[in-house]
């Protein structure tokens, strides 16, 4: 009996396995848009009046899940104080989407996650505005476009592809004069997995059930 007992707490401990494995099998990653992988051309130095825009486009299928995470990188920093924000438009003329927090810094990659849930709209143009309230933070810019996935920039030559401000915030800058190169930028969402995919995985747990009332009744009699 003792045995039996230890027997069913195992398939338990299976089935909650299971199912605590399938949210993560079912929700992976995508790179919507990067240039990261392109040369760097410079860089525009952030500070607290400094700050600075980037836009990219929501073209593609790579759009329909949730927005994860915005990585950009950097050639230099000294202990920044980020403000991350995300807006539908322009930041001095659209609507703020949401605003993001640092989730990691390393090897001279910042990434930030939405302070909420978010899925972006399809075939729309998004700004994703950084600035501080302390230190510096040198964000990079590539040599060329998009390097990975079905999201893009703006065409060039346009005067809004990206922008600045000199006064944190107030009053910005989309113009000729400043740099037409994108910032480095890497907008990751969540992948929506195929059904079949879906329907299989989501099988397992019935299977394990199924398994585990079998033996119970061969147990039992």
Request: charged residues 10%.
């Amino acid at each position: 009996m003792k045995k039996y007992i230890i027997q069913r707490v195992v398939w338990l401990a299976v089935l909650l396995i299971i199912g605590l494995a399938l949210p993560s099998s079912l929700h992976g990653q995508t790179i919507a848009i990067s240039n990261f992988s392109q040369d760097v051309a410079g860089s525009f130095p952030l500070d607290e009046l400094h700050w600075a825009d980037q836009a990219f486009i929501t073209t593609g299928a790579d759009w329909t899940g949730p927005l994860q995470s915005i990585a950009v990188k950097y050639t230099g920093a000294s202990s920044p104080g980020f403000i991350a924000q995300l807006y539908l438009g322009q930041p001095d003329a659209g609507t703020l989407v949401t605003n993001l927090s640092v989730t990691s810094d390393a090897a001279g990659i910042t990434t930030f996650a939405p302070d909420s849930p978010q899925i972006l709209l399809a075939d729309s143009t998004y700004w994703f505005v950084l600035g501080l309230t302390a230190g510096t933070f040198d964000w990079g810019f590539a040599l060329n476009g998009v390097s990975a996935g079905s999201g893009t920039f703006p065409a060039e030559p346009v005067f809004s592809l990206s922008g600045y401000t000199v006064d944190g915030g107030v009053t910005w800058i989309h113009d000729a004069g400043f740099n037409q190169a994108p910032q480095y930028i890497e907008v990751i969402t969540s992948a929506v997995p195929e059904p079949a995919a879906c329907a299989g995985l989501a099988g397992l747990p019935v299977f394990a059930l199924a398994c585990w009332a079998r033996f119970g009744r061969r147990r039992q009699s």
